[in-house]
């Protein structure tokens, strides 16, 4: 009868505190090279704007409107209240929507800085 040896070889199990510290989520993604930022991404999160924060499509100034409002700079803030001189004050405000220039995008990115 033939007899095979066969040689293992043991390897150390990992301390108890490597162990603690690998069940912990950003431990194994800091070994994983990964990083997680404490809060969530500012898009996830509903921002909240005080009437402070806020312009009127119907009172405020090109330069306040400029200054406020989000890619509109002086000439489409100036296209704004000519467009209010026009026709009168807006009535809502997706009817920012008419302004030559103003398009969806930009008047939806800018929809928590404005008010009537």
């Given at each position: 009868?033939?007899?095979?040896s066969?040689?293992?070889?043991a390897?150390a199990?990992?301390?108890?505190?490597?162990?603690?510290?690998?069940?912990?989520p950003?431990?194994?993604?800091?070994?994983?090279?990964?990083?997680?930022?404490?809060?969530?991404?500012?898009?996830?999160?509903?921002?909240?704007?005080s009437?402070?924060?806020?312009?009127?499509?119907?009172?405020?100034?090109?330069?306040?409107l400029?200054?406020?409002?989000n890619?509109?700079?002086?000439?489409k803030?100036?296209?704004?209240v000519?467009?209010?001189?026009?026709?009168g004050?807006?009535?809502?405000?997706?009817?920012?929507?008419?302004?030559?220039g103003?398009?969806?995008?930009?008047?939806?990115?800018?929809?928590?800085?404005?008010?009537l």
């Amino acid at each position: 009868m033939m007899m095979s040896s066969v040689c293992y070889t043991a390897s150390a199990a990992p301390s108890t505190a490597a162990k603690s510290d690998a069940s912990h989520p950003q431990a194994t993604m800091a070994a994983k090279g990964e990083t997680r930022s404490a809060t969530p991404p500012v898009m996830a999160q509903e921002k909240q704007v005080s009437d402070d924060e806020t312009v009127s499509i119907n009172t405020a100034t090109a330069e306040e409107l400029a200054q406020a409002l989000n890619g509109v700079g002086a000439k489409k803030a100036q296209a704004i209240v000519s467009y209010r001189e026009e026709y009168g004050p807006f009535k809502s405000l997706e009817d920012l929507k008419q302004v030559p220039g103003m398009g969806n995008a930009l008047v939806e990115r800018n929809m928590a800085h404005l008010k009537l």
